[in-house]
């Protein structure tokens, strides 16, 4: 990798596995220092921070529930602590959610908009706390905010609202020299892909979740967890000092 992220101290929410673990990874590559945010991946935060260590980065592990605004701020504080300052926030923990809407119900809804939207609208707030000019955020949306799905209004809607926040906070955060954006990644090769990727089905249709990627997807093909991470390396890059406030749809052409 380039070392163009050399001297960054980095946090990752809901980084122990899946995509959250690949930015983990790539920023490090990238020569960042990291803390991985975990809530119940223990054993997997704490390999992945020794894995890192080892390659000669410095790499903590951080316990929070990020549904819990103060736990959000202790994790926050906590990591530029370790890290000696914070100037990137990737916002990546989050949770799926299937469910027709007479089955919805308020305790549903509250846990799905605690973790997806409260809980990375208020690790913005206190990331920023420890963020000078150049600071970089990336938020986590999905490409279900884009695309009609049966029984996937509550999930989608909150992953809408995240697009929202980087929208409406990129003016307010830019006059700090702050960037904000929003990656939207599409099906993506994970153990929740490998829980959920069947309910994206068409409930009438007989197909496989194989044969629809392959048939709704431009590259034919689901994303590898490498490849979302590319695209946060690139967003808290330099190279992209002059975006801000956009949704980047890393879905290979989902249709």
């Known amino acids: 990798m380039s070392g ?3 001297g960054r101290k980095a946090l990752v929410t809901g980084g122990a596995r899946g995509i959250g673990a690949a930015v983990v990874r790539r920023l490090a590559a ?5 803390a991985i945010n975990y809530r119940s991946s223990g054993h997997d935060a704490d390999a992945l921070a020794a894995e890192i260590t080892a390659d000669g980065r410095h790499a ?9 605004p103060d736990q959000i701020r202790r994790m926050t504080d906590q990591a530029a602590d370790a890290l000696g300052g914070l100037d990137i926030l990737v916002s990546n923990a989050g949770i799926e959610h299937f469910g027709k809407l007479d089955a919805i119900t308020p305790a549903d809804f509250d846990r799905v908009f605690a973790i997806n939207v409260r809980g990375q609208f208020f690790a913005v707030q206190n990331a920023v706390r420890h963020m000078g000019e150049g600071g970089k955020i990336v938020l986590t949306s999905s490409a279900s905010a884009h695309k009609t799905v049966f029984y996937h209004a509550l999930y989608a809607s909150s992953k809408a609202a995240v697009e929202c926040i980087a929208l409406n906070l990129s003016p307010e955060l830019g006059r700090r020299g702050i960037t904000i954006n929003a990656i939207a990644p599409g099906g993506t090769v994970t153990d929740m892909s490998d829980h959920a990727g069947s309910r994206y089905v068409h409930p009438d249709v007989d197909a496989d979740f194989g044969t629809v990627i392959r048939t709704t997807s431009s590259l034919g093909r689901m994303a590898q967890p490498a490849e979302i991470a ?5 967003l808290v890059s330099d190279d992209a000092s002059f975006i801000t406030g956009r949704t980047i749809q890393a879905d290979g052409g989902w249709f």
């Open 4 to 6: 163009k992220l050399a």
């Open 30 to 34: 990238d020569r960042a220092d990291v």
């Open 60 to 68: 903590v592990a951080i316990k929070a529930d990020v549904s819990d």
């Open 230 to 234: 590319a695209v946060v390396s690139f």
